[in-house]
């Protein structure tokens, strides 16, 4: 999908305000992924441009650190914590049922542009464990057979909005 106008207006105005700082390339990308939601491929090599760098370093970038991503998230980000304490207390499972119930794998979003799932590695919850995150909540001790009403939970959130 080609960007919009005003978009290409936004990302160059982005740039250009660190035009001159020695290494303005993270708080370029940060800036963009705060204001969009994720840094597609075109992006990538408009902001290569206009600050003179390799598209490649870019890219090296955007795939390095897990905060950037290349394709738009759900307007929830459902994070499964896969970090040791969390993995032997069964959240592979867990995992496997928010993918089951919501019909995508870790790194998608659905087609409705509600959910992203993620796998991570730790986030931090390790006496909760298994735990998952949604935008920054934690839910404790989650078993495989309360992802439904989890899921449930946020769909509900929707029908009142």
């Known amino acids: 999908m080609p960007i919009r106008q005003d978009a290409k207006e936004k ?19 940060e800036e963009i992924q705060r204001e969009f939601g ?27 650190y897990n905060f950037f991503s290349l394709n ?5 980000v459902i994070g499964v914590c896969l970090g040791t304490a969390c993995y032997v207390k069964n959240s592979q499972a867990v995992l496997d049922k928010f993918e089951e119930v919501l019909g995508i794998k870790s790194g998608e979003t659905s087609e409705d542009g509600l959910f992203t799932i993620e796998a991570l590695r730790c986030i931090g919850a390790c006496a909760l464990a298994p735990a998952v995150s949604i935008n920054g909540k934690v839910y404790p001790m989650v078993a495989p057979s309360k992802v439904p009403s989890i899921i449930d939970e946020y769909r509900k959130l929707e029908e009142v909005a």
């Open 11 to 29: 990302i160059l105005a982005i740039c250009e305000s660190h035009k001159g700082e020695p290494s303005p390339l993270m708080v370029v990308l």
């Open 38 to 64: 994720y840094i597609p491929f075109d992006v990538q090599e408009m902001v290569a441009n206009k600050l003179n760098v390799s598209v490649s370093d870019v890219y090296g970038v955007v795939t390095f």
């Open 72 to 76: 738009p998230k759900g307007k929830y």
